[in-house]
């Protein structure tokens, strides 16, 4: 049994060009190597370089997202991110434990609870775009990750002073600029210590400092007796049930709070800031949302963002059972990698896969196995359909009440950010004095 092919480079080598140059890295790889190929990358819970076998067809990603649980494991893999995630994250859990948190997390994600939160989402992205300069040129991306923080710290933490929502989004800010910095995966592939030196000190403390804050927000929050008649995401996880009958632990609360942070806050801030560098090379499609109040059409731009930059570009798997796919028989113990960015890319699928055409999802549904922004399985993100929907309710809001233009003819392109695949420059702007003659639809309640 022997692995599919791969680049022939030195593993640091491809590491490095992992890291510079992602999507070239993956598409050069896929047109040597085809729809299954191998690389040697750094992480996936073991000191030094492990070999991972990259997925990109249909069918194989069903195989793999349709395997049993018993035939798959993630835990061991995502041992690095266990400092800032938490060892009982939804992330790093395996089989019934996996399940359990995820049937906790998943009711406030649904139905008339998740849309409920379309006015905070709206308010908060008025306050950020009434701080953005006029008539110069600045970065979007920053913005909409206050906008996704804002949502965080409101809809999912309930924090509503003020001053709490500061002392917490600060410390969380701190963490999170750490984590997001291209060093962090090497530094988590290294012992934590060289010699005496604690070459991760500072990312502990950042984390330290977070976690007091958190936790003391989540004594208080037990103490609170109006608990019963609050309807953010941290008070409805406290009183939720599993079969047993038992809550989660304070340090579950936190893992999965960070979790939901995490997932939730970069991704759909690197979404927002894909989908205008798209819509300033595609004026037309701006006119038209500007234009007309369509939802279809606004829906399928997203879906068509989400296609062509979908934030995290693979996800993994450590097979536990021998796995026939791609026309390899894969070995207990192999690492295999769905592929989203290049599944997505895929012309027998999407005729012109790279080009930016939202009508394509105007006349028929995401296909089940080739559009996987939010994974797939029983391992698809929770918080998927809220995304979908802040994306929605940011967009509408800004395109209703402004209009912004491109700084710049040259497009973006990827670079690394923690685990998303981020616009390099972060889609720099304009923003005019021009009134928008889009009419804001009221938000769903």
């Not at 062509?308 to 113990?333: C, M, Q, Y």
């Not at 929907?389 to 912004?404: A, D, G, P, W, Y």
Request: proline share 9%; net charge neutral; hydrophobic share 40%.
């Amino acid at each position: 049994m022997t692995l599919p092919p791969g680049p022939r480079m030195p593993a640091p080598a491809q590491v490095i060009t992992w890291g510079m140059r992602p999507c070239a890295f993956l598409e050069g790889c896929q047109r040597r190597h085809g729809d299954a190929f191998t690389l040697r990358l750094l992480g996936f819970g073991q000191r030094g370089f492990s070999d991972v076998v990259f997925l990109t067809h249909p069918d194989t990603i069903k195989a793999v997202f349709t395997a049993g649980p018993d035939q798959l494991r993630v835990g061991e893999l995502r041992e690095p991110m266990a400092p800032m995630f938490g060892p009982t994250s939804i992330l790093l859990l395996d089989g019934a434990k996996h399940m359990r948190q995820r049937k906790l997390l998943l009711p406030p994600f649904h139905g008339a609870r998740m849309t409920a939160y379309g006015e905070l989402v709206a308010e908060a992205t008025e306050r950020e775009v009434a701080r953005w300069p006029r008539e110069r040129p600045f970065a979007l991306q920053p913005g909409f990750q206050a906008i996704t923080l804002e949502v965080i710290l409101a809809a999912v933490f309930g924090l509503d002073d003020p001053e709490r929502r500061g002392q917490v989004g600060g410390a969380i800010k701190g963490a999170l600029e750490m984590v997001a910095n291209p060093l962090s995966e090497l530094l988590m592939g290294l012992p934590g210590k060289i010699g005496p030196i604690n070459i991760r000190a500072p990312f502990e403390r950042a984390v330290a400092e977070m976690d007091a804050l958190l936790l003391a927000e989540i004594a208080r929050r037990r103490a609170d007796p109006t608990l019963a008649e609050r309807d953010d995401i941290l008070s409805l996880l406290l009183q939720a049930r599993d079969e047993d009958g038992s809550a989660m632990s304070d340090r579950e609360l936190r893992d999965e709070l960070v979790t939901l942070l995490l997932a939730g806050h970069e991704t759909t801030a690197t979404a927002l800031a894909w989908a205008f560098d798209e819509l300033f090379r595609h004026p037309a499609a701006l006119d038209r949302l500007h234009e007309e109040d369509n939802d279809e059409y606004l829906d399928a731009v997203i879906k068509e963002v989400l296609r062509l930059h979908p934030p995290i570009a693979f996800v993994d798997r450590k097979l536990t059972a021998d796995l026939e796919t791609a026309g390899h028989r894969l070995p207990a113990g192999t690492i295999v990698a769905p592929c989203i960015y290049l599944a997505h890319r895929r012309a027998d699928l999407y005729p012109e896969p790279d080009a930016f055409r939202p009508e394509r999802f105007l006349d028929r549904p995401p296909e089940t196995y080739g559009w996987l922004p939010f994974g797939g399985g029983v391992r698809r993100c929770v918080g998927g359909s809220f995304a979908m929907f802040e994306m929605k309710v940011v967009l509408e809001t800004i395109l209703s009440q402004t209009r912004l233009r491109a700084a710049s003819t040259r497009p973006e392109s990827a670079r690394r950010r923690a685990i998303v695949l981020a616009p390099r420059r972060g889609t720099r702007a304009v923003l005019s004095d021009e009134p928008s003659t889009r009419r804001l639809q009221p938000c769903p309640s």
